[in-house]
């Protein structure tokens, strides 16, 4: 991976963020190739999945949305990883992957059924020591308008792009004259706040998305 990280910035696909400053963990830029490719990449997918039907339209809404959109989802209560964290190194880890490599079968476990199996097999860290109970570790991106920070001015980067598409439903079947079924399609910027980032541009805080619903 690390020759990978090395030939993108080389060769001016991708570059770390603020490096002048030491960079910022999982975050990155992409330099002038990068930027080239993502935007082929983008414009094929939006001639195949747009402009070649005529029952898909675009959107581009915004990455700050209403609160109660996020509650109204579920996000504010159920968007999260099960956390746990090294009690001697304060790594911290989620609860699900730590399980899986250590040869645990998870597949369909509640967050409940999780802590009960890390409590069953005596959980370790990767270093081999205790880990903290685990907690639910909302992924929401939250930031705050105005001039004082409380939950009235409290607000979310969104975590994903398809809400806007959900918001604008009735607009788009108005103004566009489509008819049911017909889709609409965006291209966007998303934000989660992961545990656990990592893996060069696989795994980051701030990514877009192409979807179609």
């Known amino acids: 991976m690390e020759k990978i990280v090395s030939l993108c910035k080389r060769r001016g696909f991708v570059y770390p963020s603020s490096e002048i400053y030491g960079g910022f963990a999982s975050v990155y830029d992409y330099g002038p190739l990068g930027v080239e490719l993502k935007n082929n990449i983008k414009k094929a997918w939006w001639k195949e999945m747009v402009q070649k039907r005529e029952n898909i339209v675009g959107l581009d809404s915004a990455i700050f949305m209403h609160p109660k959109t996020w ?63 685990a907690k639910k570790f909302n992924l929401l991106v939250e930031a705050y308008f105005g001039v004082t920070e409380d939950n009235r001015s409290k607000a979310y980067l969104r975590g994903e792009t398809c809400q806007g598409i959900y918001l604008n439903y009735e607009n788009v079947l108005r103004s566009s004259r489509q008819k049911i079924p017909f889709g609409i399609a965006q291209i966007g910027k998303a934000f989660r706040n992961e545990i656990t980032p990592g893996n060069f541009i696989f795994r980051t805080r701030e990514f877009e998305q192409m979807e179609m619903e």
Do not use: C, M, W
């Open 71 to 133: 509650e109204a989802s579920g996000h504010t209560q159920a968007f999260s990883d099960p956390l746990v964290e090294d009690k001697v190194t304060h790594e911290r880890y989620r609860l699900d992957q730590l399980l899986e490599a250590q040869g645990v079968d998870i597949a369909g476990k509640d967050f409940d059924q999780l802590k009960q199996i890390a409590a069953e097999v005596n959980l370790k860290s990767f270093d081999g020591n205790e880990l903290t109970e």
